[in-house]
């Protein structure tokens, strides 16, 4: 079993910057690939970035304003969400594939609006 907590969200300003942060129950490295989704309302769920090894792969809707990355010491993986838009506003999801199983977080509301 894996449990995830996500937490950071909130609301910013068009142009802002927000991190969000996820923490697993278990060693980050535990796991091939940790990633980012993310829910609008209305919108089907979508992939907002990974991160495998040493590798980062983000959708390009973020590239060049969202960075993953992780802390292993701290058993967390981060997203940095600059320059941020309306059009991101959504929930989003951490994930873990671990054993052959899919984990989800709660997810963690993101709302960027003047």
């Known amino acids: 079993q894996v449990q995830l907590v996500e937490s950071g969200g909130g609301l910013v300003q068009p142009g802002g910057s927000l991190r969000i942060s996820c923490t697993a129950s278990?060693?980050?490295?535990?796991?091939?690939?940790m990633g980012w989704y993310r829910q609008a309302p209305g919108k089907e769920r979508e992939l907002v970035a990974v991160?495998?090894?040493?590798?980062?792969n983000l959708a390009e809707s973020v590239r060049g304003r969202f960075t993953i990355s992780r802390d292993g010491g701290k058993n967390t993986v981060f997203l940095q969400m600059n320059s941020l838009k309306p059009e991101d506003t959504a929930v989003y999801y951490c994930?873990?594939?671990?054993?052959?199983?899919?984990?989800w977080g709660q997810g963690t509301q993101v709302t960027v609006s003047s």
């Open positions: 994930n873990v594939q671990w054993m052959l199983t899919d984990y």
């Open positions: 991160i495998s090894g040493g590798n980062t």
């Open positions: 278990r060693s980050v490295f535990s796991f091939n690939a």
